[in-house]
């Protein structure tokens, strides 16, 4: 008996589920604009996010993650630079969200979407080195990995892509056998930073989205409103939708920011429960997936690139699905696959890759 590993052979059921997640999203976005100007030019700017996304990931899954975690600190580095040029060269509205995007001509990118995939490779290449994560020194340093990643995105200001990183980082670390009590401790912390966070960290526009959170019909005209439209959509989809390109609140434009934010609120209202229910299951798939794969990795470095990976779809998923449906403030985060966002959709497939990297190299297949 001999084995030998398969470096080659796809994990194609992983593959299937993601190139539907964006075939669907695609589908839906062209719902959701068909009553814009210019409709045209946001299918073909997020089918070309796609086709590129797609070599994209199959070019990172054809190289050893091995490979990525050598460059480890190089990649962190260029991460922090990344960063930086976004607070200098940055652009959008201060007012309603971050400063998070360099444009290039008519092209834009928001370089925080590509700096999670370097977070995940670095961190997890950092936690796979770290022998016990309970030491005081060890969870010193590991918490310093993030802190300036964290800090200069908090600068743009951009708080929900923050909390993106910090689940990432929290899922990570207690897949590494972090201890109760420093969780507790931690949990304790966050709670006394609740009012110094309020009084002199959060933007006006970031408080207005936290006390309409809570009673979004306290002001329905402007900071409740796309909370507001976004449940009567959802809610009028009932359990069959309106059907596709029907949906009242979305076609007559009474939805805000549908095709980004709130596309869940689309799918809810034009296809009803079935249709959200079919979306949050494909999404799950992917999660799961990537922490099956996550168990089969032959060390703690793929094992940890998998589960940074899951977490990320899951704070998405959380964040996105929670303020259209008035559980979560809303942040601007978008639906991996399904939002239009080409930085996203490309970081996402890229990510896939990794996980697939793991995969073809975990996988072991025994010769008589």
């Excluded at 975690?69 to 201060?94: P, R």
């Excluded at 959200?276 to 996550?294: H, P």
């Excluded at 998405?316 to 696959?337: D, R, S």
């Amino acid at each position: 008996m001999k084995q030998k590993t398969d470096f080659f052979k796809l994990d194609y059921f992983l593959i299937l589920v993601t190139v539907i997640c964006c075939v669907f999203g695609l589908v839906m976005i062209s719902s959701a604009v068909k009553s814009m100007d210019n409709s045209q030019k946001y299918i073909i700017v997020q089918s070309a996010a796609f086709a590129l996304g797609f070599v994209a990931m199959l070019a990172v899954s054809a190289i050893d993650y091995n490979v990525y975690g050598q460059f480890a600190k190089y990649i962190y580095i260029i991460c922090i630079l990344m960063l930086i040029a976004t607070l200098i060269f940055g652009t959008g509205k201060e007012e309603s969200g971050a400063k998070s995007w360099i444009r290039f001509g008519s092209i834009g990118i928001q370089p925080a979407e590509i700096v999670k995939i370097g977070f995940i490779i670095t961190f997890a290449k950092h936690l796979s080195m770290i022998k016990n994560v309970n030491n005081h020194r060890n969870l010193f340093v590991l918490i310093l990995h993030i802190v300036p990643i964290a800090a200069l995105i908090l600068l743009q200001p951009d708080l929900g892509t923050t909390m993106v990183f910090m689940c990432i980082f929290a899922g990570m670390i207690f897949v590494a056998g972090i201890s109760y009590k420093y969780i507790f401790a931690a949990l304790a912390a966050i709670g006394a930073a609740i009012p110094i966070a309020w009084n002199f960290l959060l933007q006006p526009y970031q408080k207005d989205r936290i006390i309409v959170f809570f009673n979004p019909e306290s002001d329905p005209l402007d900071k409740g409103y796309h909370v507001i439209q976004s449940k009567i959509a959802i809610g009028s989809g009932q359990i069959f939708g309106k059907g596709l390109f029907k949906g009242t609140q979305t076609q007559l434009g009474f939805l805000p920011v549908k095709h980004t934010d709130f596309i869940f609120a689309v799918i809810g209202e034009e296809l009803g429960l079935i249709g959200c229910t079919i979306v949050i299951a494909l999404l799950f798939t992917l999660v799961v997936r990537c922490i099956y794969v996550s168990n089969s990795s032959k060390d703690k470095f793929g094992r940890y690139i998998c589960v940074g990976v899951a977490f990320m779809f899951m704070a998405h998923i959380f964040e996105n699905i929670g303020m259209c449906i008035g559980l979560m403030p809303v942040t601007g985060i978008p639906l991996p696959f399904f939002s239009y966002a080409g930085s996203s959709l490309v970081t996402n497939l890229i990510a896939i890759g990794l996980v697939l990297s793991v995969q073809k190299r975990c996988r072991v297949i025994t010769l008589q």
